[in-house]
Nanobody, 120 residues
Framework: QLQASGGGLVQAGGSLRLSCAAS????????TGWFRQAPGKEREYVAA????????YYADSVKGRFTISRDSAKNTVYLQMNSLKPEDTAIYFC???????????????WGQGTLVTVSS
């Protein structure tokens, strides 16, 4: 139901845009969140967006650098990542849930991850 894409290798200071495509049925009723997981670390919250209102939320670690947005016509949520740092290196996942939550357990549907590697 969710398909994440757009990861890759980028130098520090660079940008990437991740995409998360969802089926129309689930897209309109969900909150879509982005999470990331670095090797040996727990999955952590990055950002989220409410599909109906467009309200956005960010983790402090990415605020001002990342932007989450949606394209309702394409049933797609994006994560624009600017000023990337080596510590942003992780597998990034998109997830869908009924309510806004910063915990992975609050989301019931997950896409496969996409790897983002930021070189120094």
């Amino acid at each position: 139901q969710l398909q994440a894409s757009g990861g890759g290798l980028v130098q520090a200071g660079g940008s990437l845009r991740l995409s998360c495509a969802a089926s129309k049925r689930t897209y309109s009723s969900w909150v879509t969140g982005w999470f990331r997981q670095a090797p040996g670390k727990e999955r952590e919250y990055v950002a989220a967006i409410r599909q109906n209102s467009g309200n956005t939320y960010y983790a402090d670690s990415v605020k001002g650098r990342f932007t989450i947005s949606r394209d309702s016509a394409k049933n797609t949520v994006y994560l624009q990542m600017n000023s990337l740092k080596p510590e942003d290196t992780a597998i990034y996942f998109c997830a869908g849930g009924s309510y806004y939550d910063t915990s992975p357990s609050g989301y019931r549907s997950w896409g496969q991850g996409t790897l983002v590697t930021v070189s120094s």
